[in-house]
């Protein structure tokens, strides 16, 4: 199992353009996190998704959006870019939300730089 | 509101030293902790969490809700435990679906 993956690697945008960025799980996961990692700082939560359903939104702008697909991939999208926004995009996966054994799995990240 | 404290943001030692990478929390429930490492150039992975009470590559961490702290130690550090050190918490209860992570530690262990 390769675990979890995330596209593309690294991406720049402009101020004011829309960024897709997208996470497939550990097979057998049905639950994806989605972090922002600023430089310096630690992972920030930013959406939980369970069975398709987001279970959890952490302090973000309406401009982050996410969905799960049947298949239990992810994709996080962000709108009106900001040079805020340059950060490390991480995508975790469980196989549960809650409970115990849950471990998150972490992917290598999205690396978003915005000029 | 859920608060992760880890005050050093670099730590030195030299090989077979003891370390403690400290980590402090703020929650009014019952937390869930746990210890993320990130090795360069490797992604996040888990240290240990302290429900389980393991004890992982000789380092040991205990919950001390007293003193609202989870230090991560190892009695003799290896020059293979530099990395990146993350504290995080997990809440109880309605907020139990994310992590809270703290601004981390950079252990450097010197030959």
């Known amino acids: 199992d390769a675990g979890v993956t995330q596209s593309p690697t690294h991406l720049i945008k402009t101020r004011g353009q829309h960024v897709t960025l997208r996470c497939s799980p550990i097979?057998?996961?049905?639950?994806v996190s989605w972090y922002q990692q600023v430089l310096g700082q630690g992972p920030q939560f930013i959406f939980q998704?369970?069975?398709?359903?987001?279970?959890g939104r952490g302090n973000f702008p309406d401009r982050f959006s996410a969905r799960q697909f049947p298949n239990y991939s992810s994709e996080l999208n962000v709108n009106a870019l900001l040079l805020g926004d340059s950060a490390l995009y991480l995508c975790?996966?469980?196989?549960?939300?809650?409970?115990?054994?849950?471990?998150?799995?972490f992917g290598p990240g999205t690396r978003l730089t915005v000029l | 509101a859920q608060r992760v404290t880890q005050p050093e943001k670099l730590l030195s030692v030299f090989k077979g030293a003891p370390v403690e990478l400290k980590c402090n929390y703020s929650?009014?429930?019952?937390?869930?902790l746990f210890w993320y490492v990130q090795y360069s150039r490797q992604r996040l992975q888990l240290l240990l969490r302290?429900?389980s009470r393991e004890s992982i590559k000789g380092f040991t961490a205990d919950l001390n809700k007293g003193e609202t702290s989870f230090h991560l130690k190892k009695p003799f550090a290896q020059e293979e435990d530099s990395a990146m050190y993350y504290c995080?918490?997990?809440?109880?209860?309605?907020?139990?679906?994310?992590?809270?992570f703290g601004k981390g530690t950079l252990l450097t262990v010197n030959p």
């Open positions: 975790a996966s469980s196989l549960v939300p809650q409970g115990y054994p849950d471990t998150q799995y």
């Open positions: 097979s057998g996961h049905k639950s």
């Open positions: 998704y369970y069975e398709k359903e987001e279970r």
């Open positions: 929650y009014s429930g019952s937390p869930e």
């Open positions: 302290h429900i």
């Open positions: 995080a918490l997990r809440g109880s209860g309605g907020s139990n679906y994310k992590l809270t």
